[in-house]
Structures are given as structure tokens and as C-alpha cells.
């Protein structure tokens, strides 16, 4: 066994020898660990699975290799600000690293417009400023954007309203405290992502008619 505490051996057969041996007899050598995982045999063993199935002709001779297991790299979230809210929302199609967020991975984030809104710029201060849409980065930290939306002006423009789950005024209040619906939360110690959905919603309560068409009775 290498290191000696990582784990131990079991062979499930029976010895048919008085002192504990084995004659001309087929065994199966399983290693087990002890928080550690398993890396392969020497001797005897080698270059077989775990567990090794050895002839005992002769004495025999097998070690159980192990090392730790390796500590994940950290999580991080990617927080999405949409101004104003109503704009749109945003998607990331990449599947993060791990469950609950992305480590050292190249994201694209998407900014779509609501009805009635264009997308303008991504906001000056964060990665993905200077870019178009998508925008890529690079995660390697908390990632904070935030996409700038304006109204399309029209002869007469109808809003509708598709909250953003991603609202939040700062980045990084968000990623400590989210108080959307739609942020995973995780009690695993990570860095909180969350996930944009868009939800269609009936037209905004506030949103302005169509004007009604005027209709002047012809005279004979």
C-alpha cells in the first residue's frame, strides 16, 4: 500500500491453506481507500483493474497505489444587470463547469430585446464592455455585465413588460443577497450563478393603446 494509511486490501476467498495462503488457487485483490483514490497495481498486479485477479502459483507480490483527490477549482457566478429592466434579458449557452457555475471557461453572453427595445451597449465599467453582442469572457473571477437597452421609437410604440431575472443594481450585492426567483442557490460554499429566463408576460399595465381611429360621417 502506498502511501500506508490511504486505504486497505480485501480478498473475498477463502485460504485452503492452514497458515493463511493460498495453493494453485484463483483470488481477486481489491483496494480500497480511505479518502483517497485509487491510481493502479505494481508487481504481481500490474496493469490490471481494481480488482486484480491473480493465479497464486507462487508467491505473490502486488501494491495498491494511491494519491489524493485533487480540490476542484473555484466557482464562479456570472451576473447579468439589465437597464432598464424591462430591455430584455440574456443567455449564456455554455454549461457551466460545474454545477453551480463556470471555472476557467470562455462564456458567450447573449442581451436580447424585449418587444419594443434594441440593444445599445454593454456598460462601460465590467469584461464585457467594448464588445458586441455576444460578448465573450473569459471566466476567471465573479464575471458582472450590464446590458443597455432603449426604447424603440415609433409612430406609436406598444412596451410589454418580460421582468429580467437577472435584475440587480450591483453585481456583486446580487451574487451575495439575490432575491429573484430565478437565482439557483447553492449551500455548498460557491459563488451563486444565475440563470436568465425569459417569461412572456401580458402587455405592461402602463403600456400605451393604439389611438382610436377617428370617423367622420361623409355628407351627401
Do not use: K
Amino acid at each position: 500500500m502506498s502511501p500506508s494509511h490511504a486505504g486497505y486490501i480485501y480478498i473475498p476467498q477463502t485460504s485452503d491453506c492452514g497458515d493463511g495462503g493460498y495453493t494453485n488457487q484463483s483470488i481477486d485483490i481489491y483496494a480500497f481507500d480511505y479518502g483517497y483514490q485509487f491510481d493502479g497495481w505494481d508487481g504481481d498486479c500490474a496493469e490490471q483493474g481494481n480488482p486484480a485477479t491473480v493465479l497464486v502459483d507462487h508467491n505473490i507480490t502486488c501494491t495498491a497505489h494511491f494519491s489524493e483527490i485533487p480540490t476542484p477549482p473555484p466557482c464562479y457566478g456570472v451576473f447579468i444587470t439589465i437597464e432598464p429592466d424591462i430591455g430584455g434579458y440574456s443567455y449564456i449557452p455554455q454549461t457551466g463547469t460545474w454545477s453551480d457555475g463556470y471555472a476557467d471557461q470562455t462564456i458567450d453572453i447573449y442581451a436580447y430585446p424585449n418587444d419594443g427595445y434594441q440593444f445599445d451597449s454593454w456598460d462601460a465599467d465590467g469584461p464585457c464592455a467594448g464588445q458586441g453582442n455576444p460578448a465573450s469572457v473569459y471566466v476567471s473571477d465573479a464575471v458582472c455585465c450590464a446590458a443597455n437597452f432603449s426604447e424603440v421609437v415609433t409612430g406609436n410604440p406598444i412596451t410589454n413588460a418580460y421582468p429580467h431575472a437577472n435584475r440587480g443594481s450591483d453585481c456583486h450585492a446580487n451574487a451575495l443577497s439575490p432575491t429573484n426567483d430565478s437565482t439557483i442557490s447553492h449551500a455548498n460554499g460557491h459563488t451563486r450563478r444565475s440563470v436568465a429566463v425569459r417569461r412572456h408576460r401580458p402587455p405592461h399595465p402602463h403600456a400605451r393603446p393604439p389611438p382610436a381611429l377617428a370617423i367622420t360621417p361623409r355628407s351627401n
